[in-house]
Each structure stands twice: as C-alpha cells, then as structure tokens.
C-alpha cells in the first residue's frame, strides 16, 4: 500500500534455520523445510493487493516448488545475503535450471553477477540480473548495461 509494485519474501523465514546459523552472527541462514501453507498465504496477500511477489531463497536452501503457483516470480541468491562483494556460487546454476523447467515467472538471480557470471545465468534460466556492485563499480556504466542487455 505504500507504493511498491513488487514485494520479495525471504523463504528462510519461514522455517527452523539449520543449527550452525540458528544465532544472530552464525552464516550462512539455510533452512530444509519451510511452513508452505503460511508463505502461500502471504503471497496471495501481495497478489491480492495487485502487486507482484516473489520469493527470495539463499544459495543452500532448496527449491521449494509448492509456492511457486502463488508467486509471479522467484530471486536466487547467488552469494549468502548481508556481504556487498562477494563471488558467485557456482553451484546455484543447477537450481536456476531446475526453477526454469517447472516456472513460467521472472527468475532473477542477485550476487556476484557479473561479466563472467551473467551469461552462465542466463543461459540457465534467469532474465533479471541484480548486478550492483558490478554496475556501480564499472568505469563505463552504458556499457556494462549494453553488454547485459545483450545476453537475452
């Protein structure tokens, strides 16, 4: 209601995390199992509202596909979130193929995205790229843009 027109739901709050991240310094957060019922409920809650909703799942959790009826997209995290700069996790491409053949939405993949990593992304599936330290470190901007935009 205060203007967004898409809404992204953290999927590890919806379940136990994995006992070596259960304390506020202990990374990466993971989880194995989520509440599906209440995450489906909060989406159709942003969808109600005509807005977009996306779940957001870290690199370790697994893909949930219960949800992904009730959401318009889905953001794979490609690094463990709270550290600007850090490199890619390889080991997410598999995910982000998999999400690919059973979910028609936007994928979007956020972390070390980069000249290297974006065609290895979009190639498995993804087509919105979060790439802001690449971006916003770049010494020429349009061109960094121009050369994502042409991996379609």
């Not at 304390?23 to 990466?28: D, E, L, R, S």
């Not at 957001?56 to 959401?71: A, D």
């Not at 990593?117 to 979060?130: C, D, E, K, N």
Request: glycine share 10%; proline share 7%; hydrophobic share 40%.
């Amino acid at each position: 209601k205060a203007g967004a027109d898409i809404s992204q739901i953290q999927v590890e709050c919806y379940g136990v995390r994995r006992p070596a991240c259960q304390g506020f310094n202990q990374w990466p957060k993971e989880v194995d199992t989520i509440d599906i019922d209440l995450l489906c409920k909060d989406l159709d809650k942003i969808r109600q509202l005509g807005k977009k909703a996306f779940m957001v799942i870290n690199p370790g959790t697994p893909l949930f596909k219960e949800p992904l009826s009730h959401c318009d997209g889905v953001l794979i995290m490609s690094v463990n979130p709270g550290f600007a700069g850090q490199k890619f996790i390889p080991s997410v491409l598999p995910k982000i193929e998999e999400l690919k053949k059973i979910f028609k939405g936007d994928i979007g993949v956020d972390g070390g995205v980069n000249g290297q990593t974006a065609p290895l992304v979009v190639q498995a599936g993804a087509r919105v790229l979060i790439t802001a330290s690449y971006l916003y470190g770049a010494a020429h901007p349009k061109e960094v843009v121009s050369q994502l935009k042409s991996l379609r």
